[in-house]
């Protein structure tokens, strides 16, 4: 069954973007995450482990909603859905990249920093979109002000948030989930720390308001 990316956002609060330098890391990592009740799982495509991370992960816990962050390209988009891919996420947008996507039937959350490339996105059928980087492209309120023009547009804020700050952009009506890279601090994933990352992930749910 296809996935709709905006049904992403009725599991939690945030998404957690994760970068995984070890497959024998993946599986435990994504125990422990769902542990802690996170359930969507963004794995970058960022190391060379990545497709085997989201394979072994998809092929382990079928529960857990695996996707692909840093797709690039086509060849990325059907890499990510042969490793077991739900979804894909991408730091910008580009025709060629939600094409392939459309194509092969996987799901993409697009990242866009201005007016430009949201419109772009929305003339694509686009209109759930990941605003990255969030806090250097303007935070809080740029978001805001993308609301005037785009009042049927909804956002992933992703890129330097943190629990301090996610509840600021999750309390703004066009937000629906946040991306944190802080659910898995690269420090825990070493040291195989995994009760850190249940915690962590346990946290998020008290992030909205």
């Known amino acids: 069954m296809t996935l709709d990316t905006l049904s992403l956002a009725g599991h939690g609060p945030v998404i957690p973007v994760i970068v ?28 060379p482990v990545a497709l085997q991370c989201i394979e072994a992960i998809a092929k382990a816990l079928p529960e857990a909603l695996v ?8 060849a990325d988009a059907q890499a990510a ?7 894909a996420v991408s730091p910008g947008y580009t ?7 459309r ?8 990242g866009v920093a201005t007016a430009s490339e949201v419109m772009a996105a929305n003339a694509d059928g686009l209109n759930f979109l990941k605003f990255f980087p969030a806090v250097q492209a303007g935070g809080v ?19 330097g948030l943190t629990p301090e700050t996610a509840p600021q952009f999750l309390a703004l009506p066009n937000v629906k989930v946040c991306g944190g890279s802080w659910l898995t601090p690269a420090d825990a994933v070493a040291a195989g ?17």
């Open 103 to 110: 194509r092969i039937g996987l799901p993409l959350l697009p």
């Open 193 to 209: 720390d995994w009760g850190c990352i249940t915690a962590l992930a346990r946290a998020t749910h008290a992030l909205r308001g």
């Open 20 to 47: 995984l330098q070890r497959v024998q890391d993946a599986v435990p990592l994504a125990e422990a995450l769902l542990a802690g009740g996170v359930k969507v799982l963004e794995v970058t495509m960022r190391t």
């Open 141 to 159: 309120a740029m978001l805001k002000a993308l609301g005037g023009p785009f009042p049927d547009v909804v956002f992933c804020p992703t890129g």
């Open 67 to 74: 996707g692909a962050g840093t797709i690039r390209s086509a």
């Open 81 to 87: 859905l042969d490793a077991g891919s739900r979804f």
């Open 95 to 101: 025709a060629e990249v939600g094409a392939a996507c």
